[in-house]
C-alpha cells in the first residue's frame, strides 16, 4: 500500500471545487483508492458522497492511499490537489 | 466529527411533488422554501444560482444540494434546510435529479449540514427511500442524522 499524508489548505477544505476535482481525478484511475481523515476509517477516494461525508476543513490532515501500478502518479496528482490552496 | 444534532427541517420546507421546468426552476424553488421558513432574505436566491453555475451541487444517487455562495452568508438568517421532491426528474447538467436539499446556514455551518447529509445519501437504501418518500414525517425521519459507528 502506497500513501500519501497532506495537509489540506483550501479554504473550503476538501468540499465545494476542490472535492469534486479530487473526485473526478481519482476516479480517472483504474486503482482502488481511499482517502481518510486523520487517522479515521478510510473511505471510497470515487465517490464524492463518501469524501464530502469527511467533512475535511481547511488545516486537517489526510491520508490518500491506492496499491498497484501507476499509485504513486496518481497520489502524487491527488496530494497535489488535497493540498492546494 | 462525530455529529449527531437534528438537521434544521421545518416540515413546512418538505415538498414531496414539486416539478421545475429546468435546473434554474428548482433551486429558484428550493430558495424561495427557504425564505418562507424565514431562513434567508431574497438575495440568498441569486446567489445559489451563482454557486450552481460555478460548481454543480450535484451530490450522487438523484440529489442535488443547492446552496448560496460564502458572500450570501449575510443574508441568511439562520441554519435550515429544505426537501423538495422532483418525481419527474430535473436534468442536472446531465444528470437526473429527483430530490433537492436545499442549504442555508451561516459561518461554515453549511458543510457539517452537507456531510451529515452525506452519511444519509452513502447508505443506498436510505438514499432510494429519500427519493421515493411519500410522506412528510418519512423524509424527516430519514434526514435523522446517522449516529457515528467509530
Known amino acids: 500500500m502506497t500513501q500519501r499524508q497532506v495537509t489540506v489548505e483550501a479554504e473550503v477544505g476538501l468540499h465545494a471545487r476542490p472535492a469534486a476535482t479530487f473526485v473526478q481525478t481519482a476516479a480517472k484511475a483504474p486503482l482502488d483508492i481511499t482517502i481518510a481523515k486523520g487517522s479515521g476509517k478510510p473511505v471510497n477516494a470515487k465517490s464524492i458522497l463518501s469524501v464530502l461525508s469527511l467533512d475535511v476543513r481547511k488545516g486537517d490532515i489526510v491520508v490518500i492511499a491506492a496499491e498497484g501500478d501507476g499509485a504513486d502518479e496518481i497520489l502524487d496528482r491527488l496530494a497535489e490537489i488535497a493540498s492546494a490552496p | 466529527m462525530a ?3 437534528p438537521l434544521p427541517l421545518d416540515p413546512r420546507a418538505v415538498r414531496l411533488t414539486a416539478s421545475a421546468a429546468d435546473r434554474d426552476d428548482a433551486i429558484l424553488q428550493c430558495g424561495r422554501a427557504l425564505m418562507e421558513v424565514g431562513a434567508v432574505e431574497s438575495p440568498y436566491l441569486d446567489a445559489m444560482l451563482e454557486r450552481e ?9 438523484g440529489v442535488a444540494i443547492p446552496h448560496g455562495t460564502l458572500k450570501a452568508k449575510e443574508v441568511v438568517r439562520h441554519d435550515a434546510l429544505c426537501v423538495l421532491r422532483f418525481p419527474d426528474g430535473v436534468d442536472w447538467d446531465g444528470e437526473r435529479v429527483t430530490v433537492c436539499v436545499g442549504i442555508a446556514a451561516r459561518g461554515d455551518g453549511h458543510l ?3 456531510s451529515a447529509l452525506a452519511r444519509i445519501l452513502m447508505d443506498p437504501e436510505r438514499a432510494r427511500a429519500l427519493r421515493e418518500a411519500e410522506e412528510v414525517a418519512e423524509v424527516l425521519r430519514l434526514l435523522e442524522p446517522i449516529e457515528e459507528e467509530e
Open chain 2, 3 to 5: 455529529e449527531t444534532a
Open chain 2, 53 to 61: 453555475r460555478a460548481v454543480s451541487t450535484y451530490m450522487g444517487e
Open chain 2, 112 to 114: 457539517r449540514l452537507l
